[in-house]
């Protein structure tokens, strides 16, 4: 795929959502952080379901604690891997609080050594509550990256690279939700709508439905 197709997909997308945004329910930066952290392997609207109580009680690391892991359990059983998450939710609390001053850091290695945070995460942070112009590759990225032959790759980290080297600059910022939605909800999995799609004549895929 030329530059020239890449950007026009952008401005494509751009055109048909002026202004793309996380799907997650949060009110402040550290809530995002613990909603990604339980996005893990599970539907945005499932964590929005888990957490919109949890977050009404809790805002801070410190409230977190003060819940205590089991009542933390509590709130996120309905996600997988909730005990596992809640264990992760607990330790990185202790660890904003102990090395961070309760807040959020704005760096990718001091993200990255949270407990339950890998590349992922930090990009999602980064991007949607600092503003910078990551791309946090998921499953749905990954394929349409693929699928369209906009940025193929044979793992998350070297379609992320692609992406961060061909996706023009002035669309960089947003271009991790456009395409997360993309794939969530036109580019899917097992039949792609291409007959509704916005960028059909610019994709590359060979197999396209006419839906």
């Excluded at 205590?68 to 359990?73: A, I, S, T």
């Excluded at 996706?167 to 939605?181: Q, S």
């Amino acid at each position: 795929m030329n530059a020239k197709k890449r950007y026009e997909i952008f401005q494509r997308l751009k055109e048909h959502n002026p202004e793309p945004a996380t799907e997650l329910k949060y009110n402040n930066t550290f809530q995002l952080l613990v909603a990604v952290i339980l996005s893990a392997q599970a539907t945005d609207v499932g964590v929005n379901k888990a957490t919109t109580a949890l977050f009404r009680k809790c805002k801070t690391p410190a409230s977190i604690l003060k819940l205590g892991e089991e009542v933390l359990k509590g709130y996120i059983k309905t996600i997988g891997l909730y005990n596992t998450k809640s264990k992760n939710i607990i330790k990185t609390c202790h660890m904003l609080i102990d090395k961070h001053r309760g807040q959020v850091p704005q760096d990718r290695a001091a993200l990255e050594a949270l407990p339950g945070v890998g590349r992922k995460t930090a990009n999602v942070v980064l991007n949607t509550a600092f503003g910078h112009p990551t791309i946090a590759v998921d499953t749905h990225i990954f394929r349409v990256a693929n699928r369209t032959r906009m940025a193929p790759g044979k793992n998350v980290l070297e379609v992320e690279k692609k992406l961060l080297k061909f996706v023009p600059g002035e669309f960089r910022l947003d271009a991790h939700h456009w395409l997360i939605l993309h794939g969530r909800y036109t580019c899917i999995a097992r039949k792609p709508r291409c007959g509704s799609c916005v960028i059909e004549d610019l994709c590359e895929f060979k197999n396209k439905t006419e839906n």
